[in-house]
């Protein structure tokens, strides 16, 4: 099976044997303390690292088994049954069953090619709002820097806190990177998260939030009475990674890897996908969204793939309660090989144009 629907590093970008030797110089350093409980917020010098690479104090910043970790904290601290909480559509599908599970009443906001569009938020209280600016999961959409300054702007009028996901934001192949949403409001009404796991490994599960003071109290707390102490060696071994200073040429080469996907993506979009086909062109992170307006709906189309061969997620599993997307397509390209990336496209090509031969 030709997987576009794993949103994971291909097993090239892993950097076995440089973290296997920061997992043990970690030890040898601080192994007493690596190797008992601690405090719920993470390791003390990766937050350290942390705080200052974001500009605040080290108790704003948690560090979360993954980011998703946080997440669900994040939602237990602030969502109940019938909480409104605003996300884009579409969005990453695992926030949504975590507040879907938590019994949120889910809003979305419209988005086009340069992301969420500020101005037309819906009115009304919201909990939160969740939003992912850079090359978003699964759009692989980047919000403009405009947007970007008017979404701080309206954070702040409307005392609207809003979560900016950016675990893609470094991930970037070409192009300039862009400022975060936090950076821009100067923190004011943003909690700000992003991980590891595109940057390092996504199996050490370290991600961090950046919150106002209080919340981070709250989840810290949550995260004690959760696991008591985060792991301390997973943390420790990023703390080491960025210590001698690997993360920057890991993620050059990361990065090289990752755009050679990338390109034969669209390349092998360009060449079998039918005239009324439209896709995303994202300049980093994992995934390309996929409209076929005169092919089999998304559903029909994946369970055909399946049968020759590859796989995909369905753009109806981005939306609250599956509506919308029907006609589209999440395909991660971090996976699979340049050359599978080129057969599988090839075989999902076929099967569109099978189904619709007039649109050729
Ligand atoms: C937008 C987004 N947020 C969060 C995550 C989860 O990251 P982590 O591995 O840090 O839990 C992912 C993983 O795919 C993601 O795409």
Request: with cysteine.
């Given at each position: ?10 097993p ?17 350093r ?6 008992s409980?601690?405090p ?18 080290p108790s ?27 996300v ?17 009443e ?11 569009i ?23 959409r ?5 947007r ?34 936090f950076?821009?409001a100067?923190?004011e ?32 707390a ?17 703390h ?18 990752l ?72 395909l ?29």
């Amino acid at each position: 099976m030709i997987s576009f629907a794993r949103g994971v590093p291909a097993p090239e970008c892993l950097a076995v044997e440089e973290l296997a030797d920061c997992a043990r110089a970690a030890l040898e350093r601080d192994g007493r303390t690596i190797l008992s409980y601690g405090p719920g917020g993470g390791y003390g010098p990766l937050r350290e690292v942390l705080a200052e690479q974001h500009d605040v104090e080290p108790s704003r910043v948690v560090i979360t088994s993954g980011s998703l970790q946080g997440f669900v904290f994040l939602a237990q601290q602030l969502v109940q049954k019938g909480t409104r909480v605003l996300v884009e559509a579409p969005t990453y599908d695992r926030p949504l069953k975590i507040l879907s599970r938590l019994g949120a009443e889910i809003v979305t906001a419209p988005m086009d090619e340069d992301g969420l569009i500020p101005d037309e938020l819906p009115d009304g209280d919201f909990a939160f709002l969740y939003t992912i600016p850079t090359f978003q999961n699964p759009s692989g959409r980047t919000m403009s820097v405009e947007r970007r300054l008017r979404l701080a702007e309206i954070a702040r009028e409307r005392r609207l806190l809003v979560l900016e996901d950016d675990p893609y934001g470094l991930v970037r192949y070409d192009g300039d990177p862009l400022p975060s949403v936090f950076e821009l409001a100067d923190g004011e009404q943003i909690a700000y998260c992003s991980s590891f796991s595109k940057t390092v490994s996504p199996g050490v599960r370290v991600g961090w939030f950046v919150l106002p003071a209080q919340l981070a109290a709250e989840i810290e707390a949550l995260a004690v009475s959760t696991y008591i102490s985060p792991p301390y060696l997973s943390q420790a071994t990023v703390h080491e990674f960025l210590r001698r200073e690997s993360f920057g040429p890991n993620l050059e080469r990361v990065n090289g890897l990752l755009s050679e996907r990338r390109d034969a993506m669209l390349d092998a979009l360009t060449r079998e996908m039918p005239e009324d086909a439209t896709w995303t062109k994202p300049a980093g992170g994992y995934f390309v969204w996929l409209e076929l307006p005169s092919g089999p709906p998304s559903s029909q189309l994946l369970a055909e793939a399946e049968d020759a061969g590859v796989t995909f997620v369905k753009g109806s599993d981005f939306f609250p309660g599956g509506r919308g997307g029907e006609s589209a397509l999440r395909l991660a390209f971090s996976f699979v090989s340049p050359d599978e990336i080129s057969d599988g496209v090839g075989r999902i090509g076929g099967l569109v144009r099978a189904a619709a031969p007039a649109a050729l």
